[in-house]
């Protein structure tokens, strides 16, 4: 398999749960770009529930911590998703490629957003004394 986005230190934001969700995503990220045709709309829809379960779960975190700026945060996700969406639509109709660089798109993003937007949610956890974890038992 070819690597398109590794794992790279700065992904870690020592926060266990996001850190494995986040590990997922990059696999995600990494499939996506090696999947053949014929099985892409099914791996991107794979990828989409993923990346709505992903989303859902940090919202979840930011309103049970009261994270100050969750609209920000809230909103960056519901564009993200909206996007996708899209393109699952057109990939539905036969643009494989569109798909593909999508998620080569998503590779800055995802630096981007887990460098300000995660860092700061999981720094905020931290300080509040919130566990995640604490919510799945």
Same mark, same amino acid.
């Given at each position: 398999? @070819?690597?398109?986005?590794?794992?790279?230190?700065?992904?870690?934001?020592?926060? /266990?749960?996001?850190?494995? *969700?986040?590990?997922?995503?990059?696999?995600? +990220?990494?499939?996506?770009?090696?999947?053949?045709?014929?099985?892409?709309? &099914?791996?991107?829809?794979?990828?989409?529930?993923? *990346?709505?379960?992903?989303?859902?779960?940090?919202?979840?975190?930011?309103?049970?911590?009261?994270?100050?700026? +969750?609209?920000?945060? $809230?909103?960056?996700?519901?564009?993200?998703?909206? /996007?996708?969406?899209? +393109?699952?639509?057109? $990939? &539905?109709?036969?643009?494989? %490629?569109?798909?593909?660089?999508? %998620?080569?798109?998503?590779?800055?993003?995802?630096? *981007?957003?887990? %460098? /300000?937007?995660?860092?700061?949610?999981?720094?905020?956890?931290?300080? $509040?004394?919130? @566990?995640? &974890?604490?919510?799945? &038992?």
């Amino acid at each position: 398999m @070819s690597v398109v986005m590794p794992w790279l230190p700065q992904y870690e934001l020592g926060c /266990t749960p996001m850190d494995d *969700t986040h590990r997922e995503f990059v696999e995600w +990220i990494n499939r996506l770009t090696e999947v053949s045709e014929g099985e892409f709309l &099914a791996s991107f829809d794979q990828f989409l529930a993923h *990346t709505v379960a992903h989303f859902d779960q940090e919202n979840l975190w930011m309103e049970k911590s009261s994270f100050p700026p +969750i609209h920000c945060h $809230v909103d960056e996700h519901q564009r993200v998703l909206a /996007t996708l969406q899209s +393109i699952r639509r057109m $990939v &539905a109709k036969g643009d494989v %490629a569109i798909g593909r660089r999508a %998620a080569e798109e998503l590779v800055s993003w995802f630096a *981007t957003h887990a %460098a /300000t937007m995660d860092t700061a949610l999981a720094v905020h956890m931290r300080n $509040v004394g919130f @566990s995640p &974890a604490a919510l799945a &038992a």
